[in-house]
Structure formats: C-alpha cells, structure tokens
C-alpha cells in the first residue's frame, strides 16, 4: 500500500501527517483523529486495516503538541476540542484537496469529529466516532485520577515517551487540566450536536473505564441526524485495538451502507 509521511501546516502550526492509499475521485477519504494521549503510532495497525477493508484512502495525523507535531505552549487559550474541530480540520482537507471526508474519531478525537461535522457540512460526510468523551462525570473522573496515579506513580510516562519524546510531560498536564475544564458544563457541545446532519456511527466498549452512558444519552437526546450505536461487550476503551474484529466490522457496514447510497 503506497504511503507518505509530511509535516503541513495547520492552524499556524505544523503537525505530522500519514497518508495510506490515494485518494479517489467520488469517494470520501477517512480521517482519523486520535485520542487525548495519542498519536497515529498509538492507532497501531488499525488505519490500514480500515483502509485496506473499505478500499478508501486514510489519513492520520498528529495534533499539535502530539508524536512528531510541533510542542504545544502552554497555557493553551480556548476550548481544544472547538478549536481542533475548526482551522486544523478545514486545513487538513483544503491541503489534500479533499472533496468528501468520514471522519473516524476516538475519546478526545471521537469529540472532535462531531463538533466539525457542524462546522464543516459541507466536506464530511460521515462521522464514526469510537468512545467519545463529551461529559465530565463521576466514571471519567475516576479515570481521569487512574490515568494521574498510572503516569506520575506508574509506567504510563514510560510508556507515552516513545511516542512524544520531551513532548510528553507537557502534553500529559495539558491533558489532565483540558480534560477538567471543557467538560464541565451539564451539556457541553449541545449546540453542535444539535446541527449535525450527517450519519453517525457511535462505537462504545462497555467495559469502558471512563464510562459511555451519560455521553450516549447526550447524543441521542440532541442529535437529530440519523444514528447508529454499536456496543461492544468485550471492549473497554479501545475497542478498535481491543476488538478490532467486530469494530472493524461495524464500521465498513456503515462505510458501505455511505458509499452505495
């Protein structure tokens, strides 16, 4: 499979970018957005699985302050999940020249993805978004406290530094106070979810550590456009490493079922 590595820029920042396949003419091109700790090496062999499954062009990228993107500097203005919704999406897609785009999202990333299907309506087409963290709540602020304990009395560092070299203390703090402070309000994002109107496929594990419910419930009370939810029993936060089977799956389904309309 032909692929190509480049940093770009976007947002006044240059950020690391895969691209698996080509991009073909009158089909969408797959987008993927990592969580709030990761990067594209974290996605692991999922992207081309899904690439090589659905016969579509991916591309991964790293967000700013992420892998091989430029450091973040902090103290970091504004809503992260709004802004990397915004400018860094409608640059990714202006510098491939891209037409139609499926967004696949997880945690952070899953957020992301259905806040720009707002703000983009005209360029995506399809949002498949894997455990997404809208909602601070009881079950991710547990998480959160684990996620804390596992990287300052742990191996979790250990395990970030390969990926975000002397980025990754930085990126980690921005993590654990971004977390706390654009998740507070009762139903953040409402307004976004309420202008979706692309489809949607959610994917959960229920065996997810930061919890799912309180972030489906708000899902499904605002959003109008046409939905999909599939849980996973034997999946926790990762479905698409834990499980990649049934997610994979789940997701050409909802590709498919795009493409042939």
């Not at 550590?209 to 046409?226: D, F, K």
Request: hydrophobic letters at 40%.
């Amino acid at each position: 499979m032909k692929s190509l590595e480049q940093r770009i820029p976007a947002a006044g920042h240059n950020i690391n970018t895969l691209l698996l396949g080509e991009p073909q003419h009158g089909k969408p091109t797959l987008l993927f957005l990592h969580g709030g700790l990761d990067c594209i090496g974290m996605w692991r062999e999922f992207p081309q699985q899904l690439c090589e499954a659905s016969g579509l062009a991916c591309i991964v990228y790293d967000r700013w302050g992420h892998g091989k993107s430029d450091p973040l500097v902090l103290p970091r203005a504004g809503d992260p999940r709004e802004d990397e919704a915004s400018q860094p999406i409608a640059d990714i897609i202006q510098h491939f020249t891209l037409n139609k785009v499926i967004l696949v999202g997880h945690s952070f990333g899953g957020a992301v993805a259905l806040i720009a299907a707002s703000k983009h309506p005209e360029n995506i087409c399809g949002i498949i978004s894997i455990v997404p963290q809208l909602i601070m709540h009881s079950r991710t602020m547990e998480g959160l406290q684990l996620a804390e304990d596992a990287f300052y009395k742990g191996r979790l560092r250990e395990k970030l530094l390969p990926f975000h070299g002397d980025k990754t203390d930085t990126l980690f703090k921005n993590w654990a106070s971004m977390a706390l402070k654009t998740t507070v309000p009762e139903k953040p994002y409402a307004t976004s979810l309420d202008e979706i109107t692309c489809p949607v496929l959610a994917i959960f594990g229920e065996r997810d550590n930061y919890g799912y419910e309180p972030n489906l419930a708000l899902m499904t009370e605002r959003m109008s456009c046409p939905l999909e939810v599939c849980k996973i029993e034997d999946a926790a936060h990762y479905p698409h490493l834990e499980t990649p089977e049934p997610t994979i799956a789940a997701t050409c389904e909802f590709i498919d079922a795009l493409t042939n309309e």
